[in-house]
């Protein structure tokens, strides 16, 4: 019983983990932004980056800071630079 739960409580995890972000682009990596031209663009737009990643849906996502010090999350689109995705703590 114990293993039946145990099973269904990590896939539940793992589906839920799966879907939590968007999914940005299938252009090839080739056609990307270098890291450093985005996390460029995302400070000159007023955002304080506290943590930069790739994320698995192909998007690069901060945490971070906007420039009235709300925390932020964001996906950008790794090709076209746009945000995909916007969450801010009020």
């Not at 000159?44 to 980056?49: N, P």
Request: glycine letters at 6%.
């Amino acid at each position: 019983m114990k293993t039946i739960l145990l099973t269904s409580v990590l896939a539940l995890t793992f589906t839920g983990a799966a879907v939590a972000g968007p999914k940005c682009t299938d252009e090839d990596r080739s056609m990307w932004m270098s890291q450093d031209q985005m996390k460029k663009q995302i400070e000159d737009q007023g955002y304080r980056i506290k943590k930069f990643k790739e994320t698995s849906g192909s998007c690069y996502e901060i945490y971070g800071y906007d420039n009235k010090d709300r925390r932020v999350e964001i996906y950008f689109h790794p090709v076209t630079g746009e945000a995909v995705k916007v969450e801010v703590d009020d």
